[in-house]
């Protein structure tokens, strides 16, 4: 059973950037698709961007489109999104996410799509 840990966030001013992480123990990263989740306070959460198993496919919300990047390194274990140009929307706690049995192009852009969660991790945008 996979442990999903992000890498800690932080506060920042709006346009800079910033990378989050994701690793896991217990189990090979390499074996499920993998998403970015985030919730803003007092609201539902959201999905981000996904990335398949190999790193080929990858899927964005359209508010993070052409700013935010999702990738995987397997041999690392390591699911990352970077985060450029960020906005104060942005701005909100940052959860990872991981499911097995994914179909290569499917979106799985829902959070009922996936079985493991990390803990999460706070971004803070200041504009």
């Known amino acids: 059973q996979a442990q999903l840990l992000e890498s800690r966030g932080g506060q920042v001013q709006a346009g800079a950037s910033l990378r989050l992480s994701c690793g896991a123990s217990?189990?090979?990263?390499?074996?499920?698709?993998v998403g970015w989740f985030r919730q803003a306070q007092g609201k539902e959460r959201d999905f981000v961007a996904t990335?398949?198993?190999?790193?080929?496919?990858?899927y964005y919300a359209d508010s993070v489109k052409g700013r935010f990047t999702i990738s995987r390194d397997n041999a690392k274990n390591t699911v990352y999104l970077q985060m450029n140009s960020l906005k104060s929307e942005d701005t909100g706690g940052y959860y990872c996410a991981a499911r097995m049995g994914s179909s290569g192009y499917y979106t799985y852009n829902s959070d009922k799509d996936y079985d493991y969660w990390g803990q999460g991790t706070q971004v803070t945008v200041s504009s």
């Open positions: 217990g189990d090979s990263l390499s074996r499920f698709r």
């Open positions: 990335v398949g198993r190999s790193g080929g496919f990858t």
